[in-house]
Nanobody, 121 residues
Framework: QVQLVESGGGLVQPGGSLRLSCAASGSVLRINAMGWYRQAPGKERELVADITNGGDTNYADFVNGRFTISRDNAKNTVSLQMNSLKPEDTAVYYC???????????????WGRGTQVTVSS
């Protein structure tokens, strides 16, 4: 089992910045990749960014260079630095972790409870 706890959400004005953090605990040695998803009211959950243990990153098109995902494997944390925030970025942001058990090749996906990000003037 992997437990994920997000922090750093809150209210920010358009153009402002927030830094989200996610701390993983439990079977952290099984984690292959971590990332951030978000879900706005009335919309489906969508990928924001993810990063592998090797440091390879992937971003959604709407990020448009505004966000940066980073991971500290030693601390088992992943962060999302968000700059130039827009009202349409308002959503619940969820931390995600993917694990793969050796030999049995059992894949599991874990989610945090989410942290609210509100961009409004």
């Amino acid at each position: 089992q992997v437990q994920l706890v997000e922090s750093g959400g809150g209210l920010v004005q358009p153009g402002g910045s927030l830094r989200l953090s996610c701390a993983a605990s439990g079977s952290v040695l099984r984690i292959n990749a971590m990332g951030w998803y978000r879900q706005a009211p009335g919309k489906e959950r969508e990928l924001v960014a993810d990063i592998t243990n090797g440091g390879d990153t992937n971003y959604a098109d709407f990020v448009n260079g505004r966000f940066t995902i980073s991971r500290d494997n030693a601390k088992n944390t992943v962060s999302l630095q968000m700059n130039s925030l827009k009202p349409e970025d308002t959503a619940v942001y969820y931390c995600n972790a993917f694990t793969l058990t050796p030999i049995l090749s059992i894949k599991r996906i874990y989610w945090g409870r989410g942290t609210q990000v509100t961009v409004s003037s």
